[in-house]
């Protein structure tokens, strides 16, 4: 079994390979959602999306995380990039991130997004 301190990196090396070997990572989140309906006069439709955030980055007040994806196909996709609220406490030392956002537009149109992302590695200690 893999020790999960052994998969640290840093949010500002983050696309660096070697990250690893420098700094310690923060943790990230899940997320999953549906957009918002879009087109509601000629065809109303949402997509479906899912993913992992970046690692934590501090900021004051607390910490934040990106979130980037596309969504499903519904005959096109969108792409959505955003970068979280603040943590937001639910309970034995557990938190989540609010986040909204608008999808690119494809197709002649745009989704919006309001998700809240999934509590932080549930079944770890803070790396």
């Known amino acids: 079994m893999s020790n999960h301190a052994d998969n640290c990196c840093c949010e500002q090396n983050y696309y660096d390979e070697n990250c690893c070997k420098k700094e310690k990572q923060l943790h990230d989140h899940e997320f999953l959602g549906s957009t918002r309906l879009a087109e509601l006069e000629d ?64 197709d002649d149109h745009f989704h919006e997004l309001i998700f809240a992302t999934l509590i932080d590695a549930p079944i770890f200690e803070e790396c």
């Open 43 to 106: 065809d109303p439709h949402n997509h479906r999306f899912a993913g992992v955030s970046s690692p934590a980055i501090p900021v004051q007040g607390g910490h934040v995380h990106i979130v980037k994806g596309r969504t499903d196909f519904f005959d096109h996709f969108h792409e959505f990039k955003a970068t979280s609220g603040l943590q937001k406490p639910v309970g034995d030392g557990k938190h989540v991130h609010f986040v909204e956002a608008e999808t690119s537009v494809n």
